[in-house]
């Protein structure tokens, strides 16, 4: 079996993060020759082991792009959000996490040289938009997947990363926060909408629809290394 052909090769991790105390529990899969690598900022009460977060993530390590799955919560800080449900929505701290994630694939070894792309789902595309406009200089893709830009409230309008919007057609609600955060950004930016779902794409066929969105998105956009970066 070529390089080409072989499996994405995926390892669990504890990534500290510089800017805190704070260790997060991760899966990296790297297929080989991949120029790319999308991180998964979860969503609602969800984490690294959200099946529909799983099931697009394979489908991008199948097209060679790698993927970072990671808890953006501390086990403690689940419980806790468990309780009062308010964690999810603190997209500042969600954010600061994410950037230092960012932060960490840039110094790695096995991923210094890819370029970055974020998946946000629900809450989670929020605290992804917020964090891109942190680290423009690093983030060249984002996709969110039934998601609440607009949690990422001013930063928004600070986003440089070429930006997909997915949502449902029966996600009623949600499709007017993404057309009036699509409408705040100055960046490449499309809306998307997928005939028939809702906001946990459930229904047949819709998962997928998301998952080659967002394949030809990253590919699209994550296809050079990042020695020829910006």
Known sequence: MDSASRPA????????LRSSSVSLDADLSLPASCSGIVLFAHGSGSSRLSPRNRQVA????????????????????????????ELRFDIAMLADRLVGLTDWLLSNEQTAGLRIG???????????????????????????????PDLAGAALERVRAPTLLIVGGNDGPVIDMNWRAMAAMHCEKRLTIVPGATHLFEEPDALGAVSTLARDWFKSHLNQPRSNAK
Request: net charge negative; aromatic share 2%.
């Open 9 to 16: 090769e995926r390892r669990a991790l504890r990534i500290p």
């Open 58 to 85: 394979e489908n991008l390590n199948a097209a060679k792009l790698a993927t970072l799955l990671v808890d953006l919560l501390t086990p403690d800080e689940e419980a806790e959000d468990d309780r009062t449900r």
């Open 118 to 148: 974020y998946f946000g789902a629900s809450t989670g595309a929020g605290a992804a938009l917020a964090a891109a406009a942190q680290r423009s200089d690093a983030v060249d893709a984002v996709v969110s997947r039934g998601g609440r």
